[in-house]
């Protein structure tokens, strides 16, 4: 074994057996003959282009014999005619959305949760508004009283001034209230009340003092339809499979007499001595039945497109009644005989409501929430308007029509324009009602 005597100097490397021959690669280049220098040049100038215009096929689509045609047809700009913008006459603001509009004469008296007011037809002011304990959408008045239903009970306000009257409490805490209704009779004005399990109360309208009770079938449904010529007033109840319809005596509440009715009954009308109202089945044909309304004999009936819903109903206009059923017919018939006069359908139905009839127009409000107007002699369109929010009430007279709305941040409560009874619009893009003195605007009928 060799032993190294100084450790520390390093072991130089191994020699390689075969000496290394330097390459001369630029010699080589430059020995490369000037002709093949100038086709390598030339083919890497013309690559460029070729990948640059690959390049572009690629991401543009281009046909390499031609640009490409579209096969889609090219079709010029439609030009929609712009709206016509009507300004309602009057607009009040509300706290709280309204839940219920009645029009009577000049006054039109809106329900809100906890309030109601009192607001003039012709210029929208507010003549009252006080408060009512969870007031509830059943609302009537009379010559000098307003009667509210309420969750617990009801409440009779002064006409003038909307002084609290009384207030009755439902004595079951597990019923409420429903419709009301005031009608004069010999012994003075009575306040009738009804309650969802169907008890039905008869108080003096002055004071509230009770004056005789009474239960019926059913839960009352629709609202009540009293006659101050004979102190009668119609009460109709929900059964399920049927509707109930009672006559009582306001003064005394004895029960002049009672039937049965199919589903689909609509709100009656009081025309002279006759009670009027559309009723039938679910998807049939409706049948509006003129009864006496002292002895509930039928003096004549006739055939309409259907039976109507609860909340709408009929109108009587000078010598014929106009009916509006369940799929948005409105029909005019005859007072004496029940013949047809005319009939007009509707784009889509009411649900609620009568026909409003006011200088030569009807005016109907349909659930789409386009308002319909159609000529009072022929039943022919005369224009649609639409106003944005959802309808809690459409109700109105000679003194004008007003439409009571939630879901909007201003002017919950509007008349509006008197032009909507004169101005015809046909089947184009109708006018829009806007509220006076602020920037919305709404689209036409079916706009989102």
């Avoid at 003064?251 to 009670?275: I, K, Q």
């Avoid at 009916?323 to 017919?329: I, S």
């Avoid at 879901?407 to 509007?414: F, R």
Wanted: hydrophobic fraction near 40%.
């Amino acid at each position: 074994m060799t032993q190294r005597s100084d450790p520390d100097r390093p072991i130089p490397a191994r020699p390689d057996a075969r000496p290394r021959r330097r390459v001369p690669t630029r010699r080589l280049a430059l020995r490369m003959p000037r002709v093949a220098r100038v086709l390598l040049a030339l083919g890497a100038v013309a690559l460029v282009p070729a990948v640059t215009l690959a390049s572009c096929r690629l991401l543009g689509g281009l046909d390499p014999t031609g640009p490409r045609r579209s096969h889609a047809a090219v079709h010029p700009a439609v030009t929609h005619p712009r709206p016509h913008l009507l300004r309602v006459r009057w607009g009040v603001d509300r706290l709280a959305d309204p839940t219920a509009l009645l029009v009577d004469g000049p006054d039109a008296f809106v329900t809100e949760p906890y309030a109601v007011s009192s607001i003039g037809v012709a210029d929208g002011a507010t003549r009252w508004r006080v408060d009512v304990k969870d007031a509830e959408p059943w609302i009537a008045a009379s010559a000098g009283t307003v009667l509210v239903g309420a969750v617990d009970g009801f409440e009779a306000l002064d006409r003038t001034t909307g002084a609290s009257r009384w207030r009755v409490t439902i004595e079951d805490p597990y019923d409420r209230g429903r419709t009301v209704g005031l009608v004069a009779t010999a012994s003075g004005p009575v306040a009738v009340l009804t309650t969802q399990k169907g008890g039905v109360v008869g108080v003096d309208a002055a004071t509230g003092a009770t004056r005789w009770s009474a239960t019926v079938n059913g839960s009352p449904r629709g609202r009540l339809v009293t006659d101050d010529a004979t102190g009668l007033v119609a009460l109709q109840t929900d059964l399920g499979e049927r509707v109930e319809l009672h006559v009582l005596d306001a003064a005394t509440g004895v029960e002049r007499w009672s039937t049965a009715l199919g589903v689909m009954t609509g709100l009656a009308v009081v025309d002279g001595p006759r009670l009027v109202l559309d009723t039938g089945a679910v998807n049939s044909h409706g049948t509006v039945v003129a009864f006496d309304l002292a002895s509930g004999v039928r003096r004549w009936t006739a055939r309409v497109a259907s039976g109507s819903e609860p909340g709408e109903g009929g109108v009587v206009d000078g010598d014929r009644i106009v009916m509006v059923d369940g799929l948005g017919t409105v029909t005019a018939l005859d007072r004496t005989t029940g013949r047809r006069l005319w009939s007009h359908d509707l784009p889509m139905p009411v649900f609620h409501g009568r026909p409003i009839v006011t200088a030569r127009a009807i005016v109907l409000r349909t659930i789409s929430g386009e308002i319909q107007v159609l000529d009072r002699r022929t039943g022919r369109h005369r224009g649609r308007f639409r106003l944005n929010g959802i309808g809690a009430g459409f109700d109105g007279g000679p003194a004008g029509v007003v439409f009571a709305r939630s879901q909007v941040t201003h002017h919950q409560v509007v008349g509006l324009p008197p032009a909507m009874l004169t101005m015809r619009t046909g089947t184009g893009t109708p006018p829009v009602a806007v509220p006076a003195g602020t920037t919305e605007r709404v689209g036409p009928p079916g706009a989102g």
